[in-house]
């Protein structure tokens, strides 16, 4: 990861910022030698994500009609 001086971001920052989006990789500003903020670019939308989760997860029974009812008790009324 490159790293460089807050100085030297201020006089470049628009520069830095269109490096950053168009490499990828992430940069440090430092500030008397110790970092003090990470640049790093926004990760691109890609296309849809819908079913990307697929096989990570297991639906045991109904999930919209499930019968919880002896998990749950209500506040109020009878305790």
């Given at each position: 990861m490159?790293?460089?001086v807050v100085s030297e971001f201020k006089a470049k920052c628009i520069?830095?910022?269109?490096l950053v989006e168009e490499t990828g990789e992430s940069l440090v500003i430092t500030r008397r030698g110790r970092p003090v903020a990470e640049i790093e670019p926004i990760a691109k939308a890609g296309g849809r994500n819908l079913g990307s989760q697929?096989?990570?997860?297991?639906?045991?029974g109904d999930i919209?009609?499930?019968?919880f009812a002896d998990e749950w008790s209500m506040c109020g009324g009878d305790r």
């Open positions: 490159k790293t460089m520069g830095v910022l269109k697929r096989g990570y997860m297991k639906i045991n919209v009609r499930g019968e």
